[in-house]
């Protein structure tokens, strides 16, 4: 003998089901926290470091802003990523202002005029700038970094004056990985740009000295510098290194869905 359930009883199990599906994503997808800490703590180059951590420690970025005080773009773009990027895996960690003091004065460098980009990996015993390079070159190892990305912009398009990075992803060694990982992502940058003279290209050009350079040279870590051009509008350039990241943090399986 079998009892048939009225269809009033099937609706009611969805029902609790919806429910409960409803409370467990939205949990989930909120699983994120960020904490602030502080390089070059009580020193006038004291800045803040965001650090958004999931569940799940893998993989870790670091986003690096304000290397240059007057590149604006990059600035503003890491200010909106540590407030509205959410992600489910991984760990990104974001310096919006890494030389705060030139960042505030809106100028490429600050006393002493010393280009931050050279004097990586840094020195604690050296001038502000060397042990402000030093802290951040700390940070990518006590964080074991997995990527590292460095926002710049550039006063010209590299392919008018190749003495300038403007619409730029530069990449400090040939190699495989690293070639194909800029590539792709110009490639997808490139997609969204529909004047032929604003699109993105790889550039190898080992700097040293620079973060870049360092990361990869030094601790094997892959590490890209993303150069937009400012004679491009500030709004633009804004939208373009916020996808950039944006980007890479999806290439790297840490937004939703991916479970
Ligand atoms: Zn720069």
């Not at 960690?93 to 600050?110: D, G, T």
């Not at 840094?122 to 042990?131: A, D, I, L, P, Y």
């Not at 194909?180 to 290209?201: A, G, P, R, T, W």
Request: some cysteine.
């Amino acid at each position: 003998m079998t009892k048939n359930h009225p269809p009033t009883h099937f609706l009611k199990v969805i029902f609790i089901i919806s429910i409960l599906l409803f409370f467990y994503f939205p949990q989930t997808a909120l699983l994120q926290t960020t904490s602030v800490e502080y390089i070059c703590a009580g020193t006038d180059y004291e800045t803040p470091v965001y650090i958004i951590k999931t569940d799940y420690k893998e993989p870790t970025i670091m986003v690096v802003a304000g290397t240059h005080g007057n590149e604006k773009a990059g600035i503003k773009a890491a200010e909106y990523l540590k407030d509205n990027l959410h992600i489910e895996r991984g760990t990104l960690i974001i310096i919006p202002k890494a030389n705060i003091l030139a960042c505030e004065e809106n100028v490429r460098y600050f006393f002493p005029e010393i280009n931050l980009n050279r004097v990586y990996p840094g020195n604690t015993q050296g001038n502000s700038v060397e042990k402000l390079a030093y802290e951040i070159f700390s940070l990518m190892k006590t964080y074991d970094i997995s990527l590292l990305v460095d926002l710049h912009e550039s006063i010209e398009f590299y392919r008018k004056n190749p003495k300038n990075y403007g619409q730029t992803v530069v990449i400090d060694s040939n190699d495989d990985y690293l070639f194909e990982l800029s590539s792709s992502l110009v490639e997808e940058m490139n997609q969204e740009i529909f004047e032929d003279d604003n699109k993105y290209q790889v550039l190898v050009d080992p700097v040293k000295g620079s973060s870049t350079y360092c990361a990869y040279h030094q601790l094997g870590i892959p590490a890209l510098t993303f150069e937009t051009c400012r004679k491009l509008s500030l709004s633009f350039r804004i939208e373009e290194q916020i996808k950039f990241v944006k980007i890479i943090v999806s290439k790297w399986n840490m937004l939703a869905a991916q479970r």
